[in-house]
């Protein structure tokens, strides 16, 4: 695999660092919403990781062989996938469990960002968080449909299987 171009990197890096720090004021938003379900907090925070995931997508296609952008697209469709999911719920209980994930996939995701250019760090971030974050989406699922049952439970069920694939994490 070659090396990145140092342009190339310090681009992605400054519009990835803006764009997380973006999603983590979201996140903190939809963690303070009290009483009130934060449904377009929810959609901004699918909205601004579609951003992210794009972004990933475009250095992918400007680098292939760079593992790391496919990695944070990845990682920021299940952001995006779960943040739609959230804000379709109108399940004030689940926005901290929900928050909690995201806050964790933004952690992975910024440590992603810092270490573009080491393969070696990317594959040792992806492989200390990726097995958390895992558990913490079936935990989510779980929650989804104990909290739901009754109330359109089939639509509120997260294809967990799917999502973990996509991902290419091994279920």
């Known amino acids: 695999m070659e090396q990145l171009d140092k ?12 764009l997380l720090k973006e999603l983590k004021v979201v996140v903190e938003k939809i963690e303070d919403s ?8 929810l959609e901004e925070f699918a909205n601004k990781t579609d951003r992210l995931m794009g972004t990933a997508k475009t250095f992918e296609a400007m680098c292939p062989g760079h593992k790391v952008f ?8 299940l952001c ?3 943040g739609y999911k959230a804000s379709t719920l109108n399940h004030l209980q689940l926005i901290p469990i929900f928050s909690a994930f995201w806050a964790d996939t933004l952690d992975m995701l910024e440590e992603l960002c810092l270490n573009i250019e080491t393969a070696e760090k990317v594959e040792e971030v992806t492989r200390s968080f990726a097995p958390m974050l895992q558990k913490r989406l ?12 009754g109330t359109n439970a089939e639509q509120a069920v997260i294809n967990v299987d799917g999502l973990l694939k996509k991902m290419g994490i091994d279920v």
Do not use: H, M, R, Y
């Open 7 to 18: 342009e190339i990197i310090e681009a992605f890096q400054s519009e990835a660092n803006e």
């Open 34 to 41: 009290g009483d009130t379900f934060p449904k377009a907090l």
């Open 70 to 77: 496919f990695q944070i697209g990845k990682f920021c469709e």
């Open 80 to 82: 995006k996938a779960t």
């Open 138 to 149: 079936i935990w989510l699922a779980q929650q989804i449909v104990s909290l739901t049952k």
